[in-house]
């Protein structure tokens, strides 16, 4: 079946500093990705996606590659600040199997100033 | 546009006792999903609707959740008796039926529910 997995946190930065965060996938089809993000008290709002391979998103400075040869979708941005600081959720739906939206088990992040 | 709206945000409730949580899906949307996140499990998907009807309910813990789509903007999970291990956020999301890949889905803000 379909799986996530995403690098463990807690992740702590210094403002300013580079930011990855590593997320592979398993599907059987041909997913389309996702990073959504969760700030404190709230619930998770899209980050951004992509929905084939060699696709990049970005938003507020995040970007991720859908890499379908090494199956990977890493979450990047050049220099973080501590608005940054919340839970990262990578997830993956694959339309012609189910309406499913599968999710990694998010990695928090932290960025001191 | 408003979005997914869950009530109530915050419940302190008694063991036994019967919680309703509710929502109300983003106008226009078909497919409704209930998670829950907690510290030890993270993000569970509970069950998922389509055009009303329930597609794949797996992630339900145990006969005492229910789910209910009674309309095609209305939903509640219903927990009866509630537990002090029900204790977690319960999120509602909804998503269009795009029919093309890259399905978005849109979360409520959730509804924190402690059992004592």
């Known amino acids: 079946g379909n799986s996530v997995t995403q690098m463990e946190g807690p992740v702590t930065l210094s403002e300013e500093a580079f930011l990855t965060i590593n997320c592979t996938y398993t599907a059987t089809g041909y997913p389309s990705l996702f990073w959504y993000v969760q700030y404190p008290g709230e619930g998770l709002q899209l980050l951004l996606k992509a929905t084939k391979a060699d696709d990049k998103g970005s938003n507020k400075g995040f970007e991720a590659t859908y890499r379908k040869e090494t199956t990977s979708f890493h979450l990047e941005k050049g220099s973080v600040q501590v608005s940054d600081s919340a839970v990262y959720f990578c997830a993956l739906s694959d339309l012609h199997r189910d309406d499913k939206i599968i999710f990694g088990k998010g990695t928090r992040l932290h960025i001191l100033p | 546009d408003a979005g997914v709206i869950q009530s109530p945000r915050h419940e302190v409730t008694e063991m036994g006792q019967e919680v309703t949580l509710r929502c109300k899906l983003i106008?226009?949307?078909?497919?409704l999903f209930w998670y829950r996140q907690t510290m030890m499990r993270g993000l569970e998907l509970l069950i998922y609707f389509n055009n009303n009807v329930p597609i794949d309910d797996s992630g339900m813990p145990e006969d005492r959740f229910s789910a209910k789509m009674p309309n095609a903007s209305f939903s509640t999970l219903k927990i009866q008796p509630s537990e002090p291990r029900d204790s977690a956020v319960y999120f509602c999301a909804s998503s269009p039926r795009e029919g093309a890949r890259g399905n978005t889905i849109y979360f409520g803000e959730g509804s924190w529910l402690t059992v004592v």
């Open positions: 106008s226009g949307h078909n497919s």
